[in-house]
């Protein structure tokens, strides 16, 4: 099983940021039978991207065969087109991917619900929404 | 001819300088601010309006997911799943090259309703046409396209405050530009920056001063600058009182037909 964590830097010993669609990179962690098998940094591409950072990251994952993701917050679309995908998303901001992984796979981690326009499906209005739930002025750069 | 009102610095008087010299010139008032149409509030009158709608694709079955539609889209506008692909039509910018580059011509142009143009009928008489886009919409320049593509001959234009992509599709309609500037530094500024881009657009142009005698010699300025004065609204609280009951600036008739006259012979 392969989880991601959205990371500045990336690896084990970095902290899980909070953002998802521009975070600057995502550690991908290989999981086998409880124990971690490998790890990847994945440069995030998109995280300069003018629209749909969070689409590009969700589907950046998806081709990577990720099953969970361990961030802190994400908009409707991301959250849209990664549970579409059958993956599901962990809140873990702040602790180290290590941790993240470990109490993710004791069951420890809660679920996160997409930030503005929750639960309105994939219709129109919901970019002013992301900008409102994301906070700490992350998602208003553009 | 078609005069297009543009700015730069939002809030200089745009709509003020349209609404006058439409009345006053005879020539029918185009709102092309289509994020936010205002002209309308200066008009009483009936309506009729049709829909805007701009081509979004469409996945149809015979998709086999080879996914060259995500990798040519500039937008992110479109997720390959493994079994389905998912557009995104709010992102989507309409480009077409998903559709035209599909291996398997699977995609295919659907209508998406992106806004509204709306005739404004006064005494039978058609003085005012304005778009409005739809909340959430990515770019309001295919609703200012569609109504370029239906104008008539003789038009004022009432542009988009900014220089970006909405301004410079309004601009590129017209056969000469107004500049509305207020004298302060702000606006000065951003007259500049518009001059600029109404120069590299190969538009004859002219400024017209708005809230003329604030103390800030917007003139001397413009006259360094080699930009051309070409009309004044004075500062005068009467202006702003007529402004706010949506009032003509009927005193000023005589400046906006010098200003239309002007117009005509410089183009």
């Known amino acids: 099983m392969k989880i991601a964590a959205s990371t500045a830097k990336g690896g084990l010993d970095d902290v899980v940021i909070e953002i998802f669609g521009r975070a600057p990179c995502f550690t991908i962690v290989e999981v086998d039978g409880g124990s971690i098998k490998d790890v990847e940094v994945v440069e995030n591409e998109n995280a300069r991207a003018s629209g749909g950072a969070g689409i590009a990251a969700a589907q950046l994952l998806i081709d990577k065969g990720v099953s969970c993701v361990l961030t802190g917050n994400l908009g409707p679309n991301a959250y849209n087109v990664l549970s579409s995908a059958g993956i599901k998303v962990y809140e873990a901001s702040g602790m180290t991917v290590k941790e993240a992984v470990e109490r993710m796979l004791r069951g420890e981690l809660g679920g996160i619900a997409p930030s503005g326009g929750g639960g309105r499906g994939m219709g129109r209005g919901m970019g002013r929404g992301m900008g409102r739930g994301m906070g700490k002025g992350m998602g208003r750069r553009f | ?267």
């Open chain 2, 1 to 267: 001819m078609k005069i297009a009102v543009a700015s730069g610095k939002g809030g200089t008087g745009k709509t003020t300088v349209a609404v006058n010299l439409s009345a006053f010139s005879g020539l029918k008032l185009y709102d092309f601010d289509v994020e936010e149409p205002n002209a309308r509030i200066f008009f009483s009158g009936e309506e009729r309006d049709r829909p805007v709608y701009r081509p979004v694709p469409e996945v149809g079955e015979n998709c086999n997911l080879c996914g060259v539609c995500k990798d040519v889209c500039q937008y992110n506008a479109v997720v390959v799943l493994k079994d389905r692909v998912i557009v995104f039509p709010e992102i989507c910018h309409s480009c077409g090259a998903c559709i035209y580059l599909c291996p398997e011509k699977a995609m295919k142009e659907v209508d998406r309703k992106i806004g509204r143009i709306v005739d404004v009928f006064v005494d039978n008489k058609n003085l005012l046409t304005y778009g409005e886009l739809e909340i959430g919409e990515v770019s309001p320049v295919p609703v200012i396209k569609a109504m370029k593509k239906e104008m008539e001959k003789d038009a004022v234009i009432d542009c988009p405050p900014g220089v970006s992509c909405p301004m410079v599709e309004s601009v590129k309609a017209a056969d000469f530009v107004i500049l509305v500037a207020e004298p302060t530094h702000f606006s000065f500024h951003d007259l500049k920056i518009a001059a600029d881009v109404v120069r590299s657009l190969e538009k004859p142009f002219g400024v017209v001063i708005n809230k003329y005698g604030l103390p800030f010699e917007l003139e001397q300025r413009c006259e360094k600058e080699g930009l051309t004065v070409m009309g004044k609204i004075p500062f005068r609280k009467e202006f702003a009182e007529k402004y706010s009951r949506g009032m003509l600036f009927e005193e000023l008739r005589e400046e906006f037909e010098s200003i239309h006259d002007a117009v005509r012979e410089l183009v």
